[in-house]
């Protein structure tokens, strides 16, 4: 079982949209959770983070963490072709020893058609 | 806030040369320094964590003697790739993290290694 699964998508929105991105992951002692975006040949970018339970919003941006599900989505409301790049879901342990450690997902393709 | 410059963005050599990368955190310190390595639509793979004034803990897999990391300060690091090969092609990133914690890594542009 991967760690991080991430439906690799192309997931396609109208623009305007509220485009859904979802990540499971394994490690039920998981306690950090991360959003990145990244365009096609570029590094990724920070979008969201996330530690407890529930909805965390930043503009057009929600992070959304189930712990007992071992879920965490991305949503991204009004939806904008600029939005189109790939996100990729993080997890991190905790901080000591070896917990620090980022795992990531292979991402969702976004692609916002206008 | 929070940046990381990486340099340089591309490099193009032959095969068996020695190539360096810089990751600096331009306002900030960073105890802690990460490479990554990311193969076309794939993942981002940690190769190693750098730690200032001490030994770089290498992943699994990675070859400490072909992979070369030195962090001599709190705002650089640097990767050596030794002897290049064309498999060695790929995009390596660092990241840095503020502070301790569960603080966010954020990351460098990224440099894409071409090895002929």
């Known amino acids: 079982q991967k760690e991080v699964e991430q439906n690799s998508g192309p997931l396609s929105v109208p623009e305007g949209a509220i485009a859904s991105l979802n990540c499971t992951y394994s490690d039920r002692g998981s306690q950090s959770f991360f959003w990145y975006r990244q365009y096609s040949g570029k590094s990724p970018e920070l979008i969201m983070f996330i530690y407890s339970n529930g909805d965390k919003e930043d503009g057009r941006f929600t992070a959304q963490l189930n712990k007992a599900s071992q879920y965490v989505s991305l949503l991204i409301r009004d939806s904008q072709?600029?939005?189109?790049?790939?996100?990729?879901?993080?997890?991190k342990r905790g901080s000591g020893g070896?917990?620090?450690?980022?795992?990531f997902g292979k991402g969702t393709l976004l692609t916002v058609n206008p | 806030g929070a940046v990381v410059s990486q340099h340089p963005s591309w490099?193009?050599?032959?095969?068996g040369t020695s190539v360096k990368i810089e990751c600096r955190s331009l306002d900030f310190q960073a105890t802690t320094m990460f490479w990554y390595r990311q193969f076309p639509k794939q993942s981002l793979?940690?190769?190693?964590?750098?730690?200032?004034?001490?030994?770089?803990?290498?992943?699994?897999?990675?070859?400490?003697?072909?992979?070369?990391?030195?962090?001599?300060?709190?705002?650089l690091s640097t990767l050596t790739v030794t002897s290049a090969h064309p498999e060695d092609s790929s995009f390596y990133i660092c990241s840095a993290r503020v502070?301790?914690?569960?603080?966010?890594?954020?990351?460098?542009?990224g440099t894409r290694l071409s090895i002929l």
Not at chain 1, 98 to 103: Q, R
Request: aromatic share 8%; net charge negative.
């Open chain 1, 81 to 91: 072709p600029s939005d189109s790049a790939t996100y990729l879901c993080a997890v």
């Open chain 1, 98 to 103: 070896s917990n620090y450690k980022l795992t």
């Open chain 2, 11 to 15: 490099v193009i050599c032959k095969s």
């Open chain 2, 45 to 75: 793979m940690l190769m190693a964590t750098s730690n200032e004034g001490s030994k770089a803990t290498y992943e699994q897999g990675v070859e400490k003697d072909k992979f070369l990391i030195n962090h001599a300060s709190l705002t």
């Open chain 2, 99 to 109: 502070g301790q914690g569960s603080q966010p890594q954020h990351f460098g542009d």
